[in-house]
């Protein structure tokens, strides 16, 4: 029976985090759990390689937007490489075949009348062509913070409101479709105060798909990237999709546009969405624009991979949020990896080595067995329902009474004792904990799928770890008279403060890389200005000032010279160097922070009395520093 998984299709804007590895590492996991189950698992994960972000970080980098995706592209395939991920299908946006599943898509629900020419009449960023969702007018682009323009052009509409009822009443009789519950709900909410209709095209933007017979249009972002799913395995036979794993941040797009787009074009919809929650860092969500970034190759480098994975899946209970530390990944796995399992590895197998020759010994105690017995269907049952953590705590109790067990009979006392009785509770001892170590290592290997085939072949077993099922694996299944191979630590202990260190450094190399692939100058790790107390932060008078007025400086390409309303008896004089970067007309009404109290000087023969805050990058326009919410002009930045 086929299952197919798919992970997000990851933008190509930024390079790969531990955010985008831990649905990748979770896809994998699945993929070899469903394996176990006796299912023939396929995965599919991509790049999202449209829209105006791409486009504009090519032209950065000097490169055109297919050579820029492919250089991205490529990095993402090699991070999952070099993770040992398990992929079926890499499937980009701009593959051909891609682009032929779209406009059938497309056509199909055209041809069922879902989808009409209308007026598209938005929020649009003329600097960065970039439309805002959402926005009302005058609001500010979320790139540049200047104000959008509202725009009006014709574009495809797709009736989503048709869909309303539909899609609550699918949701609300089928609770498990989108899990975990809290999505759920979320979505029945949103469903309830009704859908509107959805532009699906765009006919100023370039880099896109374009709509067959319909230029200048182009598809827009979600009708294009939803439609991977189905475009990686197109004739392959594994549509419907039977698990779509995704941050919850897309529920929306999941749950609501794609089952509609699919019933529109009368296409089957997947079977289940399982929406998890974000890593946090320091905080706030990991993401490239607050740039609290891990990156999973230095901590793969330095404690490989199948730490992460364990930490990741053990740690964050999956569905909800959940912080990452270097100090607790280290925690995490010399607790359960390396004193936990790694240890009942090494001494079982050790012991058997000393005691029997490295033979396995016959004989079992009933107590352990009967845990083991209840622990595979356990930790098979809270996998199957993505409850990954719970599944390893139960699979980590049968480690403890183990090692309970384990010190209980002392094996180190019998093998001094040459009596009947203590040599053959010896075999027992030996035979029962070498029989949980091969039912844990097969249980863990979903999650673990580098070292757990190391502990398997250490215990000599001849059976690929691979080829075991969950029906296959039940106690006794281990072979007396078997000889173990040569005992390795599998995880030997990690002193923290040191691999620590080697991690951030790794990370700083790795951030300066990929920002270089990006055509990014990365924040400078530290900066180098010296610190200085609150007091003379205090000196500054940082004021909300409302450019009343603007106009360039004659004779000067770069100033501008303002009158800038500060809330006091009389509007300021200021001459900035901005006119490079805004226009006159861009300038006046919009609200910007002034240092109020800079001793006057004249530019140009002007007097100018403070001074407009604007960032800059070295050999970039100065970008003004504004606003999102309204704030009352004379405000005081502190
Ligand atoms: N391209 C869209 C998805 C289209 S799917 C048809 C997109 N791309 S993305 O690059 O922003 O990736 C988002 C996904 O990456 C999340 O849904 C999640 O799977 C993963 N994550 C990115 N950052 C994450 C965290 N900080 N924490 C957890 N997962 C994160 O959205």
Redesign the pocket.
């Known amino acids: 029976m086929k299952y197919y998984l798919t ?5 190509v804007n ?1 390079a790969p ?1 531990i ?2 590895a ?2 990748t590492m979770v896809a994998d996991t699945l993929w070899r759990f469903k394996r176990m189950q006796g299912y023939d698992a396929a995965v599919t994960t991509g790049s ?1 390689e449209h829209g105006i972000n791409v486009e504009r970080a090519a032209e950065r980098m000097g490169k055109s937007p297919k050579e820029f995706c492919d250089v991205i592209a490529a990095v993402f395939e090699r991070e999952w490489q070099r993770l040992g991920l398990h992929i079926d299908y890499f499937q980009r946006t701009t593959a051909p075949e891609h682009a032929r599943v779209v406009n059938d898509l497309f056509k199909r629900c055209r041809e069922n009348g879902y989808i009409y020419k209308g007026s598209y009449t938005g929020q649009y960023c003329i600097f960065d062509n970039l439309y805002v969702n959402e926005a009302k007018p005058g609001d500010p682009c979320p790139e540049c913070g200047r104000p959008t323009e509202t725009v009006t052009e014709e574009n495809f509409f797709f009736k989503l409101s048709a869909f309303t009822d539909k899609l609550l009443e699918f949701h609300q009789s089928n609770p498990d479709f989108l899990q975990p519950e809290t999505r759920h709900n979320e979505v029945i909410s949103f469903l309830k105060q009704g859908l509107n209709d959805l532009s699906i095209t765009r006919s100023n933007i370039k880099w896109g798909i374009p709509v067959e017979g319909e230029a200048p249009h182009v598809f827009y972002v ?1 009708f294009d ?2 439609t ?2 189905m475009s990686a395995v197109d004739g392959k036979g594994l549509w419907p999709a039977d698990l779509h ?3 919850k ?2 529920v929306r ?1 999941h749950a609501i546009y794609w089952p509609a787009f699919l019933w529109a074009a009368g296409l089957e919809i997947p079977k289940r969405i399982f929406a ?5 860092f320091e905080e706030s ?3 490239k624009s607050r740039g609290n970034i891990v990156r999973p190759e230095p901590i793969r480098q330095v404690m490989g991979a199948d730490a992460l994975r364990y930490f990741l899946l053990r740690e964050v209970v999956f569905g909800q949020d959940g912080s990452f530390s270097y100090d607790a990944l280290v925690g995490r796995y010399n607790s359960d990896l390396a004193n936990g399992l790694g240890n009942l590895a090494s001494r079982t197998l050790t012991m058997i080595h000393q005691y029997r020759k490295g033979v396995v010994p016959e004989g079992s105690a009933k107590a352990i067995a009967a845990i083991a017995a209840d622990t595979i269907p356990s930790a098979e049952s809270a996998f199957d329902k993505f409850e990954f953590s719970r599944g390893l705590e139960s699979i980590w109790s049968l480690i403890s009474a183990v090692d309970k067990y384990i010190v209980e009979c002392a094996p180190w006392k019998l093998a001094r004792q040459s009596d009947e009785t203590s040599q053959k509770l010896l075999d027992e001892t030996l035979y029962t904990a070498a029989e949980a170590l091969r039912i844990v290592t097969a249980l863990v290997a979903p999650v673990l799928p580098q070292c757990a085939p190391k502990i398997w072949s250490q215990l000599g077993i001849p059976e690929p770890l691979d080829s075991v099922t969950y029906k296959g694996l039940a106690w006794g299944g281990l072979k007396p008279g078997q000889k173990i191979g040569e005992v390795a630590p599998v995880f030997p202990r990690i002193e923290a403060s040191k691999a620590i260190e080697e991690m951030r450094e790794l990370e700083v190399k790795e951030t300066a890389e990929q920002a270089a692939l990006l055509g990014k100058t990365p924040a400078p790790a530290e900066t180098a200005s010296p610190k200085i107390p609150i007091d003379d932060f205090v000196k500054i008078d940082l004021r909300v000032g409302q450019v009343l007025s603007a106009e360039r400086v004659k004779g000067s390409d770069k100033l501008m010279h303002m009158k800038v309303d500060l809330a006091e008896a009389q509007p300021r004089t200021i001459v900035a160097g901005i006119a490079e970067a805004y226009a006159p007309e861009q300038l006046v009404g919009r609200k910007v922070v002034i240092v109020a109290n800079l001793q006057p000087r004249k530019l140009k023969g002007i007097e100018s009395n403070g001074m407009i805050v604007a960032a800059s990058v070295e050999g970039g326009k100065p970008v003004l520093a504004g606003f999102h919410e309204d704030i009352p002009v004379g405000a005081r930045l502190k």
């Open positions: 992970t997000p299709i990851y933008y930024a985090h955010g985008h831990y649905t999202d979600w990237a939803l991977t799913y794993l995704i941050g941040e897309i797009f998890h929650g974000w890593l946090l969500k990991m993401s």
